[in-house]
């Protein structure tokens, strides 16, 4: 390995062959030889909101709590939730630092912050993730699975989740309609 992915975006390309990730962008939120682990940022869960899951959860709501969807993390450990916040809210021991500003905590204390304040300024809430073994996101790379850019406010905490794909492509330079899905010969 030669450099750590964390807080960079993998942008799913046409031929990824794995039909859970297809035009998925995902932010790398931890990276080492030994595995990779990241949150797909554009795959709302239909039909379940943030209030919904704390309702379920039983975590009391005393102030708005912004009606947004949960996301599909991706495909390991689905009863798991994860939330990618802002820098302005930790909980020590349990709050790990993504990128600059942006942070990542999976306890329920960053649940009850949110019903009840104090609420990181921005934040999102998945269930599950994307996970890989030592050497298996590298390959992905060298098969061509994924392209590598650099987050911003609006592919992270947006809700426009059909358009975060082309625009992590617009911030490489990368026009989706001149990638193709199958690989070309010579």
């Not at 297809?22 to 932010?27: A, E, F, P, T």
């Not at 302005?88 to 304040?117: F, K, N, P, W």
């Amino acid at each position: 390995m030669t450099q750590s992915l964390t807080g960079r975006l993998l942008i799913a390309m046409p031929s990824i062959g794995d039909t859970r990730f297809k035009r998925s962008v995902i932010l790398v939120c931890a990276h080492s030889e030994d595995y990779a682990m990241g949150l797909v940022l554009n795959k709302p869960m239909e039909g379940l909101s943030l209030p919904d899951l704390l309702d379920q959860l039983d975590i009391e709501q005393t102030i708005a709590v912004p009606d947004r969807f949960v996301l599909d993390g991706g495909p390991v450990g689905n009863d798991r939730g994860f939330v990618l916040h802002s820098g302005d809210y930790q909980c020590d021991g349990a709050t790990m630092d993504v990128t600059e500003g942006v942070c990542l905590t999976a306890t329920r204390d960053v649940l009850h912050a949110i019903a009840s304040g104090p609420a990181p300024r921005t934040s999102i809430l998945a269930l599950g993730y994307s996970g890989w073994g030592p050497g298996q996101l590298e390959m992905e790379l060298q098969e061509n699975a994924w392209l590598i850019g650099e987050p911003d406010n609006m592919i992270l905490f947006g809700d426009d989740h059909e358009a975060k794909w082309d625009r992590a492509l617009d911030l490489i330079g990368v026009s989706s309609g001149r990638l193709q899905s199958a690989p070309g010969r010579a």
